[in-house]
């Protein structure tokens, strides 16, 4: 009987569980439309903007007025910026990353380069202090509801250590969303921006011709020394939008997986439970069977 009772706690348990589970799923679910909806919108506004400056940079001499398109010769420190999230229970979410930029990491110090982290996130803030990593910068407390400002104070940090030679390149590390039951590790050079020009497909000669002579008016360097810091703040805004949605999709998918594993769970303990009350019922009509025989 002591037995039947433990099951029945159990499976009470496992009940309450799978109900905060549920829950947890639902409250995913909603953000992660939100969420999706506001990275959706952004991504083609983002292509343009890089676009635009792949057009400008094409057009006249103006990219080597500028630091922040710099490509410097020598590499010798390289600045990763970590974006995880500030909760848990998201399955690998946060583990992903972190394990990709501490790859990432090693890569860089067997060139003999050194690395420095900017992280974002409770998460990746709280692993890399019990790791003992000397952070440059760490940032929590936005990942749930990312704000544009937000991206941008996070720019202007990364964009003054570039100015300033504290750092030579930055590596942006964070989930791309594909879909709720898929998010990709992404590792993206943001800086120097002049890396994303160099390498971006060159046009066929044929293509040029046709393409108009456009005149530039306010001129092309007045032009791109707007579109820099603007393009670095939507870069990690983008980042920062596409990390949130992967957050909430990982949740969601993590939370259904625990409640279908506590259904499988409960379907276990109830026949675990009616084996043995079946077995305690049996016990019973044998001693009664046992007894009866003994009186007679």
């Known amino acids: ?26 409250v995913a679910g909603a953000r992660l439309r939100r969420a999706q909806a506001r990275i959706e919108a952004l991504r083609p506004y983002a292509q343009r903007v890089m676009e635009l400056m792949q057009d400008v ?22 600045a990763i910026v970590l974006l995880t999230g500030d909760r848990g229970l998201a399955g690998g979410f946060n583990s992903n990353i972190i394990r990709h930029g501490l790859t990432l990491a090693d890569d860089l110090k067997s060139q003999g380069r050194k690395a420095s982290w900017l992280v974002i996130g409770k998460k990746g803030i709280g692993t890399m202090r ?3 990593y000397e952070m440059t910068d760490s940032v929590q407390g936005i990942t749930d509801r990312p704000k544009f400002t937000d991206a941008t104070a996070i720019a202007h940090r990364i964009a ?9 390149q930055v590596h942006l ?35 040029k011709k046709l393409q108009p002579d456009w005149l530039y008016e306010p001129n092309a360097s007045a032009i791109m020394a707007e579109l820099l810091p603007s393009y670095i703040d939507i870069t990690i805004y983008r980042a920062l939008l596409e990390s949130t949605a992967s957050e909430h999709g990982a949740r969601m998918t993590a939370m259904r997986n ?17 084996k043995a009350r079946q077995a305690s019922i049996t016990q019973e009509i044998l001693e009664v069977v046992a007894g009866a025989e003994a009186l007679a």
């Open 160 to 168: 003054g250590l570039y100015t300033d030679g504290v750092v030579d």
């Open 1 to 26: 009987m002591a037995k039947t009772q433990d099951i029945l706690r159990r499976i009470n348990s496992v009940k309450n569980t799978s109900k905060t589970t549920k829950a947890m799923e639902m």
């Open 173 to 207: 590390v964070y989930n791309q969303f594909k879909s709720p039951v898929e998010q990709t590790v992404t590792e993206q050079v943001i800086l120097p921006l002049g890396h994303e020009l160099v390498e971006s497909e060159p046009v066929p000669e044929e293509e």
């Open 57 to 78: 940079s094409r057009c006249s001499e103006c990219a080597d007025e500028f630091p922040l398109l710099e490509v410097r010769e020598e590499i010798n420190n390289v």
């Open 258 to 274: 625990a409640s279908d594993n506590a259904a499988e769970m409960i379907d276990k303990l109830t026949l675990d439970m009616n």
């Open 130 to 132: 019990f790791r003992g």
